[in-house]
């Protein structure tokens, strides 16, 4: 599983630089995440960073009482290209 994040740091980061920020499987490697986006965006990988989120518990209150929850963890990768190379997120829809 791989799929972009698009927020506003994300968004500042890869205009700052060639960043680009994607959440991935926590089982995944940076070796793996490195070959995928360089076969589903068609870019050279200089480096890829990773950052692991724990899953956070929730709970709200109902009517029937409180309900509680957990999120699900993930990890986030970040992901260096080439100069020259960018990522258009948007050409796939």
Do not use: C
């Not at 960043?19 to 995928?36: D, E, M």
């Not at 009517?63 to 992901?79: D, N, P, Q, S």
């Amino acid at each position: 599983m791989i799929k972009p994040v698009v927020t506003e740091k994300a968004t500042k980061i890869s205009g700052k630089g060639n960043r680009y920020t994607f959440r991935v499987s926590p089982k995944a490697n940076k070796f793996q995440i490195k070959s995928l986006i360089e076969q589903l965006y068609d870019v050279k990988v200089l480096q890829v960073n990773t950052m692991n989120f724990s899953g956070k518990k929730k709970s709200r209150y109902t009517r029937a009482g409180v309900i509680a929850g957990k999120v699900a963890a993930f990890k986030k990768a970040l992901v260096t290209v080439a100069d020259g190379q960018t990522i258009d997120f948007y050409s796939n829809i």
